[in-house]
């Protein structure tokens, strides 16, 4: 496709170069991914005038183009280059004081030992974790927190109670009997009895 460009050095619509194609070994089907990856690569340029896309490409644009990507490759192993000199001498600096030598094969021994030996005490501290006092008080915390919402609840559904018996007394037996099907009365009942003995003056009227 660039062989059109180069040998006609104008411009063409992509209709044109569908036709074009071809000649040169390239589909019609195909003409349109291939001019756009040439445009992509910077090898071919594109312009829309009014309402059309122009697409043209000249000798030494793909001159400018290999330049660049010379340029830019040259640059980038210059600088591989010296990133490489850094690591070469920080790898120098890091050998100095770590010869092989007994002190430091002992020095080596100790630090894994110690290692070890904290590891050991890592696994018996997590083994103990559930006596932790922190542990244990937020526990307690989450406890209370759970106890006041059961609390919250028990009297919210009694106040519920309360206002449909007196909203609703002719309908008194049928509610007493669907509380009593839905488990609703042994259900405050155990909450009352796990919140003793703040609550045991609801339990009482339940009861009752």
Same mark, same amino acid.
């Given at each position: ?19 074009? +194609?071809?000649?040169? +070994? ?23 005038? +009014? ?131 839905? +488990? ?25």
């Amino acid at each position: 496709m660039l062989q059109i460009f180069y040998e006609s050095q104008d411009f063409f619509l992509l209709k044109e170069l569908e036709k074009m +194609g071809p000649k040169k +070994g390239v589909i019609s089907q195909s003409v349109k991914d291939v001019v756009q990856s040439l445009v992509d690569d910077d090898l071919v340029l594109k312009d829309k005038i +009014g309402t059309s896309v122009y697409f043209w490409s000249l000798p030494s644009c793909a001159g400018n183009q290999l330049r660049n990507t010379y340029n830019k490759l040259e640059s980038d192993l210059s600088n591989s280059k010296s990133r490489y000199i850094e690591l070469v001498e920080q790898r120098d600096n890091l050998k100095r004081g770590r010869e092989d030598s007994e002190e430091r094969e002992a020095a080596l021994k100790e630090l894994k030992a110690i290692e070890l030996h904290h590891k050991k005490l890592k696994e018996e501290l997590a083994a103990y974790a559930d006596s932790d006092p922190s542990a244990l008080e937020a526990m307690k915390d989450a406890i209370d927190v759970a106890h006041s919402a059961a609390n919250r609840w028990t009297d919210n559904i009694f106040t519920l109670q309360q206002w449909c018996s007196t909203t609703f007394p002719q309908a008194k037996e049928q509610l007493e009997h669907m509380y009593r099907e839905v +488990g609703c009365v042994l259900l405050l009942a155990l909450l009352c009895l796990q919140c003793l003995p703040r609550h045991s003056y609801t339990l009482h009227i339940l009861v009752e």
